[in-house]
């Protein structure tokens, strides 16, 4: 598209959006879109033709029709935290902010639900409802700033998900536009709704199927006690071996969280935490519950972590002790950028068993591409964030960053496991698509996004690659660990 | 047929012929749903586990395995399925197979507290209607590569592809279980439900029935034996508590088989699925309430029409889901916009309504 054109393009869909829209939802001058170029994955950035911050349903309702009959595409667009450019402008079309859809607009005691809109915080649903005893489990560690509807987009986990589940198991309904701006509600406040379960499709749909609105959570009685083991091992492999040693005792922690010793003297640094500096990993392993119960399951926990070779085991003896070991898990990002001018997180998913293998690979491939990186890891669900440090002004040390992620996300399918446990593909994992799914597999789901969206407008371009895309990447479907079957032509 | 070859042939065939396919496991839900159309296509022979990691909590099964046997191998370590899947026609010595667990997505009396086979579908194998073979999810917990249409095939009833493999979360089993029973009017017991599901108490299952609230604690034994003394009630002994569960989760208590009966005198059995706190409405026939409030069963003696307004007039949905006369419809049709979506949905899966055409819905 060439200026001029743009031009007229913007100048049509201002006119059109004019009679829906008050002049101030509007932002169209270079000044006003700029800070909507990138989201928390920084390094990819577009400037959106124009971006519009709706205020009430109707709005969104209205401006979707007129994007629908101008075939303009609508990028929805939350606190802007993601970490896979899922909130990437497009350069032709229009991000929705929904920003001012920040008020939580039902709290049910009995029924134990909050409604809420869709720009509500993470961590404000939690504290409006903490007088009641009640919070709301999934907790990213961008909780302070991310919003339930990028949530809802990306399935966000947390640190308690193995024990409480992800947004999936934490939300009751949504309620949203289609592309074409027809009101929608997935699921419902009973546990089930009738025919398909497009509430579960629209979970990690990436703003791809429909733009949410509002979003219906379960919130759940806050347990008596938590208390937290900081567990010290002097191998990594003792410390993975612990991890399913502890679920193998039939124990399922609230949290279990493994960080390895660059990554550990990088948060220590930070916030002091009061973490082994000298270990080579350590873990972090909570439980909660009743007082009898966190005893009871403490004393097993301990048992188990010390049979399998812990050399240090520290147990926080109140809450304010308890949220400081977690404050340095919490803060290993922030922590990073200290170390390096640029990082990228990455966020495979691999069996449990295989987590000291892919740390050792890790290494190796420091090597490989002579950059550092730091790991922490959702241990007890497998779910790795190896931070790859880097400096952008390199063009080279982006590069070889990129082809580092990229392998480490390419052994993680080979060893059985998933390209994204909980950021999402966005733009970022796109080309690891193709190595995690077949031909036939991506049609199949550019397919299911044409039944909720025939035009194709909802965030284009973003978690399903083309063919050609593929073909360009040049990378071979990697045939998964257990559901593969060799025995059948996949090509 | 039991390997997948046969199977990617057969709906390839069917496919050629544009002829319609039936999706058969044992038959044990042949009960529920729309009638089913089609020559049978038959998933029992395709049996076994192909993988099982108790330290992995993932069991990777074929779909026309008995859910008798999956449970089994997972009993031996200490493991289950939390949602507890009823196990329909156990006596008959079926039970149902892993396929039909996940494509009727029916779960027990531990679905408030545990989360339902959706929850814990981790991945799956399928076969569309042109007879691709497509893995979709994993055996991981955390997985957002893609549409997660694993979930979607939970309870589609079959219609939109053929589930070959699944791989399912399990669970450590509850090391401590206590049952408590409270003389209680329903109104006055959904009320009490309401007010524990706001405390943290140790709470896995709930039944309403004739006067009486029966509530199953599971846990860790100190938080188990701590509720028990807080909640009060009577203490059921485990001899009677253990086959009432089982009883409620397999259709098998007194309650269900005198549903069964009365359906054979042309009664409707009704399934609600209401938001918990929806008020208790005395309905005529007999009424079983379950998951905290927010499942009710209910025997209705005739007609249906009020009975689906009224449920989503309380924000939930009606299933008929035992009748001799299905005329007035399975499933509650959901809103227009949504019928279009299922609709495309259908086509993109299934463009020649190969499998389980009219199962789910008349036109789907």
């Known amino acids: ?491 | 047929m039991n390997s997948l070859q046969d199977f990617q042939a057969r709906v390839r065939e069917a496919a050629a012929r544009r002829s319609p396919l039936q999706i058969c496991g044992q038959g044990s839900k042949a009960f529920y749903g729309e009638a089913a159309e089609g020559e049978r296509l038959d998933t029992c022979g395709f049996s076994g586990i192909s993988s099982y990691e108790p330290s992995e909590l993932v069991v990777t099964v074929k779909a026309g395995t008995p859910l008798v046997e999956l449970e089994a191998l997972l009993a031996s370590q200490g493991q289950g399925l939390a949602f507890e899947p009823p196990r329909f026609g156990l006596s008959q010595g079926r039970g149902g197979t892993v396929g039909g667990m996940v494509a009727t997505g029916l779960s027990g009396p531990a679905r408030p507290s545990q989360g339902g086979v959706r929850e814990h579908v981790l991945g799956l194998t399928l076969l569309n209607g042109r007879g691709e073979l497509l893995n979709f999810g994993g055996t991981v917990i955390k997985n957002v590569a893609g549409y997660d249409v694993s979930r979607l095939m939970v309870g589609a009833m079959g219609v939109l592809g053929l589930i070959l493999e699944v791989s399912l979360k399990v669970l450590p089993r509850p090391v401590a279980e206590r049952t408590l029973r409270f003389e209680m009017a329903p109104d006055k017991a959904l009320a009490q439900l309401q007010r524990w599901a706001g405390q943290p108490w140790p709470i896995s299952a709930s039944a309403c029935w004739e006067g009486a609230l029966v509530l199953r604690l599971s846990g860790a034994e100190a938080a188990v034996q701590a509720a028990c003394q807080q909640l009060g009630g009577e203490r059921i002994p485990d001899d009677q508590a253990t086959p009432f569960w089982q009883g409620l989760r397999d259709h098998r208590d007194e309650f269900f088989l005198g549903a069964e009966r009365a359906v054979q005198g042309g009664a409707h059995l009704w399934r609600l699925s209401l938001p918990p706190t929806a008020p208790f409405t005395a309905l005529p026939g007999e009424q079983l309430i379950e998951w905290g409030g927010a499942q009710r069963w209910l025997v209705a003696p005739q007609g249906c029409g009020s009975l689906r307004e009224l449920a989503q007039e309380l924000g939930g949905h009606a299933t008929l889901f035992r009748a001799e006369d299905k005329s007035c419809g399975v499933f509650t049709p959901p809103s227009e916009p949504l019928m279009r979506i299922h609709r495309d949905l259908k086509a993109a899966f299934d463009p020649d309504r190969l499998f389980n055409p009219g199962r789910l819905y008349p036109d789907l």
């Open chain 1, 1 to 491: 598209m060439t200026p001029s054109d743009r031009q007229a393009r913007q100048q049509a869909l201002r006119s059109a959006l004019r009679p829906h829209l008050p002049e101030h939802s509007l932002l169209w001058q270079a000044e006003d879109t700029t800070p909507y170029e990138c989201d928390g994955l920084s390094a990819y950035r577009a400037r959106p033709l124009m971006v519009a911050l709706p205020e009430t349903e109707a709005q969104v309702a209205a401006l979707l029709q007129v994007c629908c009959q101008l075939g303009v595409p609508v990028v929805a667009r939350g606190a802007g935290t993601g970490l896979s450019g899922g909130a990437l402008p497009h350069e032709d079309g229009l991000t929705l902010s929904l920003a001012r859809f920040n008020k939580i607009l039902h709290i049910d005691p009995l029924a134990c639900t909050a409604r809420v809109q869709c720009g509500v915080r993470n961590l404000a649903i939690s504290e409006a409802v903490a007088p009641l005893g009640l919070y709301y489990a999934p907790d990213p560690s961008s909780q302070i700033a991310c919003t339930i509807g990028g949530n809802v987009a990306e399935n966000a986990g947390g640190v308690h998900c193995l024990k409480y589940g992800l947004t999936l198991h934490n939300v009751l309904r949504v309620r949203g536009f289609t592309a074409q701006g027809e009101a929608v509600e997935f699921g419902s406040e009973a546990l089930d709704a009738a025919g398909l379960d497009l509430l579960a499709l629209m979970l990690g749909s990436e703003g791809m199927l429909a733009v949410i609105t509002e979003v219906t959570v379960k919130l759940r009685p806050k347990p008596r006690l938590a208390r937290c083991i900081l567990a010290s091992f002097d191998d990594m492999r003792k410390a993975g071996e612990a991890v399913a040693a502890l679920i193998a005792a039939g124990i399922i922690p609230a949290g279990l969280e493994m960080m390895d010793k660059p990554m550990t003297a990088a948060v220590e640094d930070f916030v002091h935490a009061g973490y082994d500096l000298e270990a080579e990993a350590i873990l972090l392993c909570e439980s909660d519950g009743t007082p009898e119960e966190v005893e009871e399951e403490t004393q097993r926990m301990c048992a188990v972590l010390q049979s399998q070779g812990a050399t240090r085991l520290d147990i926080s003896q109140d809450e304010a002790q308890r949220l400081r070991f977690w404050s340095g898990r919490k803060n290993a990002f922030p922590a990073s950028g200290r170390l390096s001018p640029d990082y990228m997180c990455m966020d495979s998913t691999i069996p449990r068993k295989r987590l000291a293998d892919l740390l050792l690979a890790i290494q190796q491939m420091e090597q490989k591409y002579g950059l550092r990186c730091a790991n922490v890891f959702h241990a007890g669900d497998g779910n790795l964030h190896p931070l790859i440090m880097f400096d952008a002004n390199d063009p080279d040390q982006l590069h070889r960053c990129e082809q580092f992620g990229a392998e480490i996300l390419e052994t993680s399918v080979a060893m059985g496991g998933t390209i994204s446990g909980e950021h999402g593909v966005g733009v970022e994992k796109l080309g690891s698509m193709c190595v995690q799914f077949s031909p036939e597999e991506r049609e199949q789901m550019l397919r299911l996004k044409a039944a909720f969206d025939p035009q194709g407008l909802l965030n284009p371009g973003k978690v399903i690659p083309s063919h050609a895309r593929c073909a360009e990447y040049g990378r071979m479907h990697v045939k998964r660990g257990l559901l593969a079957f060799a025995e059948l032509p996949r090509f």
